[in-house]
């Protein structure tokens, strides 16, 4: 089925906001999402986007999306992070992930990226297979972390 991948638009948020929510359940996280339509907009179509999107549209509807960032490296350089890569339940097995994932490679090429990084959960062994299928590899010896912000943060600093 033909698909084309496009950059997103303001008129996708709905769309991307929908996807994020999606995939949410499907990594049994349905109550995490506090990401609005109104911090999508100012976070990603501003004087200076936070994040990029790729869309994919089969048939004219939305089918999924790749959700990405820049981040650097300070041995390596700019890289390009992909949060998200998305295809909806009903679609996938069609090669909507692999348009998606080489648009996503493209990408990070003409952002003068060294790499593309991302996460996958352990348990999502069909994510697995596919990224390891097109050539990526585990980051084996590093550890996840993450800290929670919240707004007395400033009272560390002391």
Do not use: H
Not at 9 to 32: G, H, S, V, Y
Not at 58 to 86: H, N
Not at 117 to 125: G, M, R
């Amino acid at each position: 089925m033909a698909c084309e991948i496009v950059p997103a638009t303001k008129e996708d948020i709905p769309n991307i906001l929908a996807l994020i929510q999606e995939l949410a359940i499907f990594e049994r996280e349905p109550d995490a999402v506090v990401v609005t339509e109104q911090i999508l907009l100012r976070d990603g179509f501003g004087p200076a986007p936070l994040f990029y999107t790729l869309m994919a549209r089969a048939q004219g509807k939305v089918v999924g999306m790749s959700f990405c960032y820049i981040r650097y490296s300070t041995w390596k350089g700019p890289r390009l992070y992909l949060e998200d890569l998305i295809v909806t339940e009903n679609a996938r097995g069609n090669g909507y992930g692999t348009l998606l994932f080489n648009a996503t490679k493209i990408l990070a090429t003409d952002l003068g990226c060294s790499a593309i990084c991302w996460q996958v959960l352990e348990w999502n062994q069909p994510a697995i297979d596919f990224y390891t299928a097109k050539g990526a590899v585990q980051n084996l010896g590093w550890l996840d972390m993450v800290m929670i912000l919240t707004k007395s943060v400033r009272n560390d600093i002391a």
